[in-house]
């Protein structure tokens, strides 16, 4: 004991800090979230996020140039479609905004890999991420939806699909329409454990996909629930999920560590919009020191088991860690 172990000796430079770091961050860890709307030169900022745009095709390939020219090598896409209705028909038109910025995004950067959120809620007039009958969002009739909409964005060339709508069997069904099209290589994301949050409040904003009634209780988690993420995670794995998402992240750091020790897969982390805002608004007001907030938040998330964070802050960061 004291005087003998003395902690502080491993402390004492920046070098020897930098020797004995256990988490590094790296830009090929991060997947930029953009926002696809249509329309033509349209570049039109998301006020309550600011930095994030709602852009149509041609403005999202010139971002996502930008993206990989900083060392990202993926973003995730959602759509801002021209038409919603009850069943959410633009999700899965050949000619949506996602599939069409899909193949505008792999015609002019190749390597960058191209990842969509397949989810009804954008495209449904009511808002939920699936399918109403008599106010109830309804489970198995979504699952045919969901999986028409992840092979229209194979069809249109993305590299890999993202299910983050919470009902049951989605990651079944969508692998099986994959394969019986001839998509058996494209990975799926599952966004397993992902809990009713306020802090989707912004994005909200920025894909225009508030519920119209009601709220997302009845098929996305419960924030007090711990056991149940790995309950979820082990189900997806069964289905056939490559990759693991928990979501939020920041606010659920346990759920990551959880899955993480207990899985072989790779786990991803959603660094959300509330969060991004949060860091935004008061780093604006002069409150908190913005940049350091925001790597300590994307390192504690990789530390927490994350081995991809998908997050708005990606850009911001990958430039300070090419320094
Ligand atoms: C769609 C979806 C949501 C987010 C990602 N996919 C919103 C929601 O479930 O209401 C949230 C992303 C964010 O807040 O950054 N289902």
Not at 27 to 36: A, Q, S, T, W
Not at 72 to 81: C, D, H, K, Q, Y
Not at 189 to 214: D, L, N, T, W
Request: proline fraction near 5%; aromatic fraction near 8%; glycine fraction near 6%.
């Amino acid at each position: 004991m004291f005087p003998i172990h003395r902690p502080r000796r491993l402390r004492k430079t920046e070098t020897i800090r930098r020797m004995l770091r256990e988490t590094s961050l790296f830009p090929d860890n991060f997947i930029y979230p953009l926002f696809v709307t249509f329309g033509k030169g349209i570049k039109k900022e998301i006020s309550s996020m600011p930095g994030c745009f709602q852009e149509s095709v041609d403005e999202v390939v010139k971002n996502a140039k930008e993206v990989y020219s900083l060392g990202i090598p993926s973003v995730l896409l959602f759509g801002i479609p021209e038409h919603k209705d009850e069943t959410g028909s633009s999700a899965y038109d050949e000619h949506g905004v996602v599939q069409d910025a899909v193949r505008a995004i792999k015609g002019a950067i190749p390597e960058l890999y191209v990842i969509t959120d397949v989810c009804m809620c954008e495209y449904t007039s009511h808002g939920h991420c699936g399918l109403v009958k008599d106010g109830e969002v309804q489970n198995d009739p979504t699952l045919e939806l969901l999986s028409k909409e992840a092979v229209s964005h194979a069809r249109a060339g993305v590299d890999m699909v993202a299910p983050s709508d919470m009902m049951d069997g989605r990651v079944e069904a969508i692998r099986f329409a994959l394969d019986e099209e001839g998509f058996s290589e494209v990975p799926i994301m599952s966004y397993a454990a992902k809990y009713a949050s306020a802090f989707y409040g912004p994005f909200r904003e920025a894909a225009e996909s508030a519920p119209q009634f009601g709220d997302r209780r009845s098929y996305q988690m419960d924030p007090a629930n711990r056991r149940e993420a790995l309950k979820e995670a082990a189900l997806d794995i069964e289905e056939g999920a490559d990759i693991i998402m928990i979501k939020p992240a920041l606010a659920y750091l346990d759920i990551i560590s959880d899955v993480k020790d207990a899985f072989d897969v790779p786990v991803a982390a959603y660094n959300v919009s509330g969060e991004y805002s949060l860091v935004k608004a008061a780093g604006k007001l002069g409150w908190i020191d913005e940049k350091r907030i925001m790597m300590e938040i994307l390192t504690s998330i990789k530390r927490a088991g994350a081995d991809l964070i998908l997050t708005y802050f990606a850009k911001e960061a990958a430039k300070i860690l090419r320094k």
